[in-house]
DNA sequence: GACGACTTTGACGTTCGCGTCAACGTCGCC
DNA sequence: GGCGACGTTGACGCGAACGTCAAAGTCGTC
């Protein structure tokens, strides 16, 4: 649907500044889909899905831009090897390319599972001591139960 | 069994540098288990704790000293009610107590749900990808077998 | 072709989380 | 009480991830 678009619509359509935009440029993260006669920056659909994911990446990983560049190059590999399958293929190329897929979505997941542990580790110790409270809570009840109130007793 | 610690030896059993002491004194972290005569900063086996947890939180959350001081207050005041905790205590006070432990753990608990659902949600593309991978092989490793190699034809 | 809205490059500013001097004081052992 | 190791405050430096302002050029419309 909507063509090219310039610097300002792209970064409000992701939620950014322009100023960010172009960092990302900088930093490597994000190309310009072309440039306009006059020089100007020009992007389409598949910038603006890549901005989005950049930002999706930053929420989910943190804002670290290099980690964030080492998962979207990944990505970008997985990517070409999907567009370089066509029917006539030979097998060996198949398998070679499904082997270099499966390792790099194997670094991926262990990238993600390395996190995952580690807030878990934490989160495991907050459940160990969910479950004491739960157990001094039943005690307490039970003890109101024998002895319901000073008045009553 | 060791007694005070001085800043040097401090960071040292931590793996931090002095600097780092100092700053996160700054930020409000971590305070010194008390002075020298001369003005020294003096540590306790307290304080090395302390920074090994900073130093963990870290690990675990990133180095955003502001969300690890939040969690640590929270730890902070964890620790203080159960240090309230005593044998003839009302049992008004020791629901209350146990109310707030309770809600303080569950924020925690969110907070850190929160994170892993972020990962968790990459993680499962991943793995669905994953099994796409395998089912290529399976597919791949069968038609091979139709046709094992062009040699053997 | 003029006008307003938008972009360009360049550069300086800002907040974090420290690293790294400098100039001085402290500690504790001989 | 002197000496070397260590600590103190203060300040500047640095890379990351942008914000912000300036001076100039571009775009599309009237």
């Known amino acids: 649907m909507s063509g090219p678009l310039r610097i300002g619509a792209l970064a409000e359509a992701a939620g950014v500044s322009t100023r960010t935009v172009r960092y ?3 930093r490597g993260l994000l190309t310009p889909a072309g440039h306009s006669v006059g020089g100007e920056r020009r992007y389409d659909e598949v910038s603006l ?3 989005r994911r950049i930002r999706e990446l ?5 804002s ?5 560049g080492a ?3 990944a990505e970008d590999r997985l990517a070409t090897l999907r567009a370089r ?8 190329a198949r398998v070679a390319r499904l082997a270099e897929a499966e390792a790099i ?3 991926l997941q262990a990238r993600v ?4 542990a580690r807030l878990q580790s934490m989160l495991d110790e907050l459940e160990a001591r969910s479950l004491y409270y739960a157990q001094m809570r039943a005690e307490l009840s039970a003890s109101s139960l024998a002895a319901p109130s000073p008045r009553q007793v």
């Open 85 to 92: 399958r066509q029917a006539g293929d030979p097998a060996p």
């Open 113 to 116: 599972r390395d996190r995952i």
């Open 58 to 62: 930053a929420d989910i990983l943190g």
């Open 64 to 68: 670290d831009l290099d980690e964030i």
């Open 49 to 51: 899905a890549r901005l």
């Open 24 to 26: 990302y440029e900088q």
């Open 105 to 107: 979505n194997a670094g």
């Open 71 to 73: 998962v979207l190059a």
